[in-house]
């Protein structure tokens, strides 16, 4: 899941075109369609450089190993509940950013690494693969669903697969009942909706709901699990094997984290690579067949029409990048999206190329943020793609798609689709 981010710095301008001043760039992205098509804003701001300063504490980074290098440098930090308060944020009066500032993914320091280590140590390799069996019978089950719905008319495969898998994944994962699957689900939706939003991000009444009725239910499933643990990450991270205990605080805000975190860019992902295929009608029956094709499908959609565009991090103390000294305060917007197409790094970056070498995106992050579920969604893409591709081996658009409306998150609120021409 990405971390918090910001807009401080970037004001209404025109979209891009031509030589822009870097402020001018950057603030296109504010725009409809800076945010549908933010890709010519990325090159704008390129321009001017790999790391852009835009006033007095702030800078923008588009260059590939300058972003690798903000992301893995100790002392480029999240924006913490320190950071929050700073900046004048109530956080403590919503819920909903009390989830965000609780959480591991917007902590730093002992802390995050204390919670990390905890979470990670129930998050084994062992449980991801274990988990292979049962994607492949959602994905069979929701291609299912998708023949029915979709039986002569258009379907919306966000809605009928890709909102679904993620969270009956995660949801086996954590040990939420299947009977409970749509309930997480729809207060998933709810909550990443409600405070991604660029209009509604004042209003967090829906999701302060949506996360109230979230903790209630993991506060229960945890209650649940202390008196009879089964095995599950849920169960593992209750009661752990050295004896250091998660907080119920603690251990309730990172159930729904990794809930979000499992939903969120694994939608987004299983969105945007069946767009790319539907693009790119050539590379099915490949899927259909090769394994290690389906793998550099999902890595170059990755690389390509990243799930998570940027995220946020503030020097704590002066570092230096691209020759630039970033002075301690200062917030850098790390434009993972822009960094993935820097032909510095990815020859003919704008080309859709699945077969391309040393593919090695940045979508899950990198350094002590790296996403504990990449390879899980990993898994999910690889297979949700595969099955697609021989299920439905004539699938098409069947309609405009619709984009987020977000600067952080890249993927789609719907994306018709007919099954058979």
Not at 316 to 326: H, I, N, P, Q, S
Not at 372 to 397: I, Q, V, W
């Amino acid at each position: 899941m990405a971390g918090s981010d910001t807009t401080r710095g970037l004001a209404t301008g025109a979209p891009p075109g031509g030589s822009l001043p870097p402020a001018v760039a950057a603030a296109s992205l504010l725009t409809p369609a800076g945010r549908a098509n933010p890709y010519p804003s990325y090159e704008a701001i390129r321009a001017h450089g790999p790391v852009v300063p835009l006033g007095e504490r702030y800078a923008i980074a588009v260059g590939y190993p300058e972003c690798v290098q903000i992301l893995r440098d100790r002392g480029m930090i999240v924006h913490d509940e320190g950071v929050m308060t700073a900046q004048g944020i109530a956080w403590r009066t919503r819920t909903s950013l009390v989830q965000v500032a609780r959480s591991m993914v917007n902590m730093n320091g002992p802390g995050h690494a204390r919670l990390r280590r905890l979470v990670s140590a129930a998050f084994t390799p062992r449980r991801i693969d274990a988990l292979g069996p049962a994607v492949e019978q959602h994905t069979d089950e929701l291609c299912d669903r998708l023949a029915e719905r979709g039986a002569g008319r258009a379907v919306d495969f966000m809605a009928e697969f890709a909102f679904r898998l993620p969270v009956t994944v995660v949801g086996d994962l954590l040990g939420v009942p299947p009977d409970d699957h749509g309930l997480i689900r729809d207060a998933v939706i709810d909550l990443v909706r409600a405070y991604d939003s660029v209009e509604a991000r004042s209003d967090f009444g829906p999701a302060d709901a949506a996360r109230d009725r979230l903790a209630d239910y993991f506060a229960d499933l945890v209650g649940a699990r202390r008196a009879r643990p089964t095995d599950d990450l849920t169960s593992a991270l209750v009661t752990p094997g050295d004896g250091d205990r998660l907080s119920e605080e603690d251990l309730v805000a990172n159930l729904i984290l990794l809930l979000l975190a499992g939903f969120e860019s694994t939608s987004n992902l299983l969105g945007n690579a069946v767009s790319l295929l539907l693009d790119h009608p050539e590379h099915a029956a490949r899927l259909r067949t090769d394994e290690a094709f389906a793998a550099g499908f999902v890595e170059e959609t990755l690389r390509f029409e990243s799930p998570v565009q940027s995220t946020v991090r503030r020097a704590g103390t002066d570092v230096t990048v691209a020759g630039r000294t970033l002075a301690a305060g200062t917030d850098v917007k790390v434009l993972i999206g822009a960094a993935q197409r820097d032909p510095r790094r990815f020859p003919d970056p704008a080309r859709f190329d699945p077969c391309r070498a040393d593919q090695q995106s940045l979508s899950f992050g990198a350094g002590a943020h790296f996403c504990l579920g990449a390879g899980l969604a990993r898994l999910e893409a690889r297979t949700a793609l595969s099955a697609l591709s021989r299920r439905f081996p004539h699938l098409t658009r069947a309609g405009a798609a619709v984009m987020r409306n977000s600067l952080v998150l890249r993927g789609h609120d719907q994306l018709p689709v007919d099954l058979e021409r």
